[in-house]
C-alpha cells in the first residue's frame, strides 16, 4: 500500500474504484462486447463517468 497525495478526501478517492467496479459490472452483466455500441444517459455522475 502507498499513501496518495491529493486534495480529495479518503471518502472522495474511495469513490473512484467504487464507480468503476459498479461500472465494469454493469457491462460484464449485460454481456457488452467490444464490437457494441453503449448509450450512457447520465454520464455526469461517478459510474456514468467511469463507463465513458
Do not use: H, P, Q, W
Amino acid at each position: 500500500m502507498a499513501a496518495v497525495d491529493s486534495d480529495l478526501s479518503g471518502a472522495e478517492i474511495t469513490t473512484f474504484s467504487n464507480s468503476y467496479v459498479t461500472a465494469e459490472g454493469m457491462l460484464e452483466r449485460a454481456c457488452v462486447k467490444a464490437e457494441d455500441t453503449v448509450l450512457v444517459t447520465g454520464a455526469s455522475g461517478g459510474v456514468g463517468g467511469a463507463l465513458i
